[in-house]
């Protein structure tokens, strides 16, 4: 039983910022690659950004250089800085992690999402 939760989203105005976080609780051994997806009513899903067990990150063009993805390991804890924020911004943002159990079972794990919207 491995969960994640992501929180952190809400209203903010084109330029705003805001701060999510994924949260993984349950049997975890560790986490290796921590993931950040969005999707747009009527749009497909967007991957926006992943980071590795070590630090090593990645995004999608569309955030790059707005968007700063991190993680806190021993609190099991991903974030998600978004700057400079654009109405082109708003979707339901995911998290999904890579996640090693104890037993040594390896699971894609998926959060509920939190909804960002940008917008005056």
């Known amino acids: 039983q491995v969960q994640l939760v992501e929180s952190g989203g809400g209203l903010v105005q084109p330029g705003g910022s805001l701060r999510l976080s994924c949260a993984a609780s349950?049997?975890?051994?560790?986490?290796?690659?921590m993931r950040w997806y969005r999707q747009a009513p009527g749009k497909q899903r967007e991957w926006v950004a992943l980071?590795?067990?070590?630090?090593?990150?990645r995004y999608a063009d569309s955030v790059k250089g707005r968007f700063t993805i991190s993680r806190d390991n021993a609190k099991n804890t991903a974030y998600l800085q978004m700057n400079s924020l654009k109405p082109d911004d708003t979707a339901r943002y995911y998290c999904?992690?890579?996640?090693?159990?104890?037993?040594?079972?390896?699971?894609?794990?998926w959060g509920q999402g939190t909804q960002v919207t940008v917008s005056s």
């Open positions: 980071i590795t067990r070590g630090g090593s990150t």
């Open positions: 999904a992690a890579d996640i090693l159990r104890p037993n040594m079972d390896n699971d894609d794990v």
């Open positions: 349950g049997s975890i051994a560790s986490i290796n690659v």
